[in-house]
């Protein structure tokens, strides 16, 4: 889609085109819509960055995010970004030891971890972030993961709109 089109949405239509783009928060597009006219991609994905305004916006977002090779329905931007890694053919073994990762990073930090798949090669370098990161603060926590929400969906919407 072109970026004039986007500009010439009405609110529903760019929802519901773009409201995909941000895991589960179409509530983000429906924000970045009132932004418009937007002259590149990068504008576009800025407002619908700055949507997220406050702690609780911060928060909502991260929880709405699946964990990595876990049990939940994954959206078709997720299911493809997992899959790419292998995260959805795992064995037994790698099931449990993702299992307990995720289950450690919810229960000290109340939200997934959100890794930025595209920028890992391989699952083992995931792996390892997720345990570093084990050791953060929430603080830190949480913007790492405004940080990588921030690659994933400027992606999508790359992917989406040409810019």
Not at 8 to 26: D, Y
Not at 41 to 47: D, G, I, K, T, W
Not at 72 to 95: C, I, N, V, Y
Not at 125 to 154: P, Y
Request: hydrophobic residues 40%; charged residues 30%; negative net charge.
């Amino acid at each position: 889609m072109a970026l004039d089109e986007v500009n010439s949405l009405a609110e529903p239509e760019f929802v519901a085109r773009l409201g995909g783009v941000f895991e589960h928060s179409p509530w983000i597009a429906e924000r970045a819509w009132h932004k418009r006219p937007f002259r590149t991609v990068e504008e576009l994905h800025r407002a619908m960055l700055d949507a997220i305004a406050t702690e609780d916006d911060k928060l909502r977002l991260a929880r709405a995010h699946p964990e990595l090779a876990g049990s939940e329905t994954l959206t078709p931007h997720s299911s493809a970004e997992q899959a790419r890694l292998g995260f959805s053919a795992l064995s037994k073994a790698e099931l449990a030891e993702m299992a307990e990762l995720n289950r450690s990073y919810q229960d000290k930090f109340g939200f997934p971890c959100i890794v930025a798949l595209r920028l890992h090669a391989k699952r083992e370098s995931v792996l390892a972030e997720m345990k570093r990161r084990l050791h953060n603060d929430r603080s830190t926590e949480l913007a790492n993961a405004m940080e990588q929400i921030g690659h994933i969906t400027r992606a999508r919407l790359e992917r989406i709109v040409d810019g």
